[in-house]
């Protein structure tokens, strides 16, 4: 089947305006997040009944729904479970500065946290290499505390 | 347990970019006509309408309300079922039930989309706003560069999440990206093939594709899907009416359908993400065994002759097969040919998703097209050469997030 | 049918205008508070229909990030994009179908505190002719409606507030209901604000933050569950032609529709008798007399006898909206399975102070969206 020539009809715009929702999210989990960064320390919560380990950590358990409150820390250290390279944009053009973004799995922990990566050649970059999340110097307790993840 | 029979497909027209010429009543109108020529039915002679589609993405809330006199739905039941990119499917599903519970004889199902009016991008978007915002109570370092937990948004742009899909697998099976560029060039000569179709690439070869830019490793922009504007009705009759209605002999029986749904395997930025958007278990562990077992098919690789899956992007068209039980390893059956339309098991001889993709309709094409197969009805030369006995058609959605599975074959289950 | 379906458990929110928790949480604690009172677990849930709207979240797939609040994690999900009284009728099928034994439906919505009501329904308009017009909305449709009917039937505005305060007195029994007034009176509602002529604040629903959840069970299964199922005797759904021009709005052709297809599977002939409560979605109290006319519950122009002999109190002929109805409470989309939640309890003795004393055997639900109601589910249901 040929692309047709089609001829253009008339028009009439509207917008979807945002501005006519306010959301609310419990975010238990960044909360608890942020808060271990003020220790340099990477927490999550841990589900009594099952096991699972979750980071960031809801308080509450997707497999067996009830409530959790055991916090653990887990290592900062871990091994890149996924990742991708941002080499061009949605079109097609490329990008000044290319982006390694990875998913972590942090030893200790049944969660992939995403994150950047610090490397020179993004061509080095494997499934299973492992990696460490660095932290400032100086953390306040938010998520710019975070600098990036680098390989170990 | 009722049998209910697909008698017709129809197509409003080919799917393209734009539109401009029509509206959205006016461009599914077509494909209802088109759906009732093929059969004796009357329009009265349908007892339900069912339809869908992603209605951030045309801006206009429950749009089957609109549309009620161009679908002729005027005066009849109506339910309108959306659920992401499953949606397609999902509504045929819900036709399905209509009939399948006794409270209809013929039902028809409508999928449509009309991405010229809105951006995909932003609609896309819509899905994780609240969350986004949320990360910003939380004090992201909005200085732009690598850190600082705006990387938690990131992931390479818009094909961020699909990617790390891609990457997980190709580790799982072993492949490279050169096997997605394989998979993205059969899909775009397979479309040729396909006159409804939108991307159409005759004779397109992987080194055709590997010519476009890589976005997010390791998909390239060859790799993803177009936004297009089209409408997929099925008509869908219970076993006692099919003589009545259908205008062939050979018609497609529904055997099993199936849905399963997991947490988001992408975007999980506030709950913590705990499945790998590769594994899918909802699939293959869990949607795909109760389908094959409903439609009593043991061995899906030896009784199953072509399937359609939906890949919003190719690496899919290597993946879900696996999935769904009917190749090992895809990277070695694309290697062999065994994938191509008259190889040992078929994929996406319309082209997929990959080629075509108005969001509403695309679940729903792939039961369409798994259905034209079934009735050696399908045209322009993407007809598999086999007799087809037995054929799947598959969907996916959300955050990677949902299945949904159709079963299709030519005699009805007996019961 | 040869299958039978059973409600055998719900839940409701209390409705507010602003919920103590997000829609997750909220819901979350609803399913786990529904499966506690059931004493069964996720495990026993074999499919789950999820409504909620895209619109009214303001997000696309506005269900993809409650799937593990609500209990559906690795489980079998579908979401209906319309009245969850929608959602009921497709869980139904799936279970009559055969495939399913039981299933679940889950709705939510923030009508109180995330969205603003009226201008986000606008989205439903036609986009080329009706919205940039700016004439039609929900409260524009209804009072054309309204005023059609009054002109029709003589309803007086004293009887149209009548109504109204009927149901804020109503919702003054029902312990969930967000609007609520045991002495309100004809002046209240006559001095609220007007919001399009003849519809004033108090005739209009109430937009709320809520959630329900409701267990459906094949005949087997509801006999393991529950002492007291309350069964789906008939449903029937219809939808209406878009341009109000083009509708009788005081006729409601697809209720009408909607309502015989119910009564033909439930085998009844006579509903003005044999229905002993409705819980109907009248956004608005000027369609309480309109529905059930339409519905063949009270005679055709006998809203003005109806409202000032009071038929359709707690204490009267034919109950309507013992719940206090949208006016108590509307997190719309949540609507429709509220009432079937509402007529459900009826029909077990179940609701309190504003349970209705004759007993009924035999409950009519109604659920609806688009303006002035263009489309329609009727659930006739029965113990």
């Not at chain 2, 997010?216 to 936004?227: D, E, K």
């Not at chain 2, 369409?368 to 322009?380: D, F, I, N, W």
């Not at chain 3, 986000?120 to 059609?148: K, S, W």
Request: aromatic residues 6%; charged residues 25%; hydrophobic residues 40%.
């Amino acid at each position: 089947m040929d692309k047709k020539e089609r001829k253009e009809t008339r028009q009439t715009k509207d917008t979807l305006d945002m501005s006519l929702f306010k959301w609310r999210i419990e975010a238990d989990g960044l909360e608890l997040l942020v808060q271990g960064f003020k220790e340099k320390k990477v927490l999550g919560r841990k589900c009594h009944k099952c096991g699972t380990v979750y980071v960031p950590g809801p308080s509450y358990c997707r497999k067996c729904l009830i409530d959790i409150q055991d916090v653990v820390e887990v290592s900062k250290k871990g091994k890149i479970a996924c990742y991708t390279v941002g080499l061009a944009d949605v079109r097609g053009n490329p990008v000044e500065e290319i982006s390694v973004s990875v998913q972590v799995k942090f030893d200790g922990s049944d969660s992939w946290m995403l994150g950047n990566l610090e490397i020179d050649d993004w061509k080095k970059v494997y499934v299973g290499m492992p990696a460490e999340l660095v932290l400032r110097e100086e953390t306040n307790g938010t998520l710019a505390d975070i600098v990036c993840f680098r390989p170990v | 347990m009722r049998n209910v029979a697909i008698i017709s497909v129809g197509y409003n027209d080919r799917f393209v970019a734009k539109r401009p010429d029509v509206n959205i009543p006016e461009m599914i109108q077509p494909a209802v006509a088109n759906a009732l020529k093929k059969t004796k039915m009357k329009h009265s002679d349908i007892g339900v309408v069912v339809e869908g589609n992603m209605p951030t993405f045309e801006g206009i809330n429950y749009p089957h309300l609109w549309f009620s006199d161009h679908i002729g739905a005027a005066g009849k039941p109506v339910l309108r079922i959306s659920t992401g990119g499953t949606t397609g499917m999902s509504v045929f599903h819900g036709g399905y039930y209509c009939v399948a519970s006794g409270m209809f004889d013929v039902a028809m199902v409508i999928g449509w989309e009309k991405h010229d009016e809105g951006d995909a991008q932003v609609g896309l978007m819509g899905i994780v706003l609240p969350e986004a915002f949320s990360l910003f109570q939380f004090g992201p370092d909005m200085s732009g560069g690598r850190g600082g937990g705006m990387g938690l948004l990131g992931g390479g742009g818009s094909t961020g999440g699909a990617s790390f899909q891609a990457l997980s697998y190709l580790a799982k099976a072993k492949g490279t990206p050169e096997h997605i560029d394989k998979m993205a060039a059969q899909a775009r000569a397979n479309a040729a093939k396909n006159p409804y179709a939108h991307l159409q690439h005759p004779n397109c070869t992987a080194a055709d594709i590997a010519k476009t830019p890589m976005v997010s490793y390791p998909l390239r922009y060859g790799h993803t899907c177009p936004a297009s504007c089209g409408a997929c009705v099925m008509l869908l009759v219970a076993e006692e009416k099919v003589k009545k209605f259908a205008d062939t002999d050979r018609v497609a029986w529904v055997k099993a359908v199936a849905t399963a749904s997991s947490d988001g395997t992408t975007g999980n930025l506030v709950d913590g993400q705990i499945t790998d958007p590769a594994e899918q278990a909802i699939c293959e562990k869990i949607a795909a065994p109760k389908a094959y077992k409903l439609a009593g098919i043991q061995n899906p690789k030896k009784e199953i002759q072509m399937c359609e899956v939906y890949d919003g992007f190719a690496h899919q068209e290597l993946m879900w097969p696996e999935k769904l039980h009917l190749v090992d390893n895809s990277c070695k059956a694309i290697d062999e040919g065994r994938l191509a339309i008259d190889g040992e098991m078929p994929v996406n001889p319309s082209g997929g998703v990959v080629s075509t993709n108005a969001i509403g309709a695309s679940a729903m094409v792939r039961v369409a097209e798994a259905s034209l197969q079934v009735m050696g009805l399908a045209e322009g030369g993407h007809q598999v050469p086999r007799r087809v006995k037995n054929a799947v058609a598959h969907g996916w959605g959300g955050l990677f997030q949902f299945v949904t599975i159709t079963i299709l074959g030519d005699e009805p289950v007996k019961r | 049918m040869d299958r039978k379906v059973a409600i055998v458990g719900y839940k409701q929110t209390k409705y507010s205008e602003q919920n103590e928790n997000p829609r997750e949480r909220m819901t979350y604690e609803l399913v786990k508070s529904l499966f506690q009172d059931l004493k069964i677990t996720r495990d026993d849930v074999d499919t789950f229909i999820i409504s909620c709207s895209d619109f009214q979240d303001g997000r696309t797939i506005s269900e993809c990030y409650m799937i593990p609040w609500i209990g559906a994690y690795m489980k079998d999900v579908s979401k209906v994009d319309s009245d969850s009284a929608n959602a009921v009728l497709y869980a139904m099928m799936r279970i009559l179908s055969g495939n399913y034994n039981t299933a679940l439906v889950v709705s939510w919505a923030m009508g109180g505190s995330e969205f603003r009501s009226p201008r986000v329904m606008e989205y439903e308009l036609d986009p080329i002719y009706e919205r940039p017009g700016r004439l039609i909305n929900e409260i524009t449709a209804a009072a054309l409606q309204a005023q059609a009917y009054m002109a029709k039937s003589k309803l007086t505005e004293e009887q149209l507030a009548s109504i109204a305060v009927k149901n804020l007195r109503n919702g003054a029994r029902n312990s969930l209901a967000l609007r609520k007034k045991a002495n309100a009176t004809e002046k209240d509602v006559l001095a609220s604000r007007a919001l399009s002529l003849p519809l004033r604040e108090l005739h209009a629903y109430t937009p709320a933050d809520g959630a329900c959840v409701m267990l459906l069970a094949s005949e087997e299964k509801a006999k393991e569950l529950t002492k007291n199922p309350v069964w789906i005797k008939g449903v029937g759904f219809c939808q209406d032609t878009y341009y109000l021009g083009e509708r009788d709005l005081v006729k409601m052709d697809s209720l009408q529709k909607a309502a015989k297809a119910a009564y033909k599977m439930a085998g009844i002939t006579d509903p003005a008798r044999k229905i002993g409560v409705a819980e109907l979605s009248t956004t608005y109290v000027s369609q309480e007399p309109i529905f059930a006319e339409a519905m063949g519950l009270i005679p055709k122009n006998s809203g003005p006898a109806a409202a000032s002999k009071g038929w359709m109190e707690i204490e009267g002929k034919i109950p309507v909206n013992p719940s206090g109805g949208p006016q108590a409470a509307n997190p719309l989309t949540v609507g429709g399975l509220i009432r079937i939640a509402e007529a459900s309890s009826q029909l077990r003795g179940e609701a309190g102070e504003h349970q209705v004393k004759k007993a009924p055997k035999l409950a009519l639900a109604h659920g609806q969206i688009g303006m002035a109601a263009q489309h329609n589910v009727v659930f006739v249901l029965g113990n």
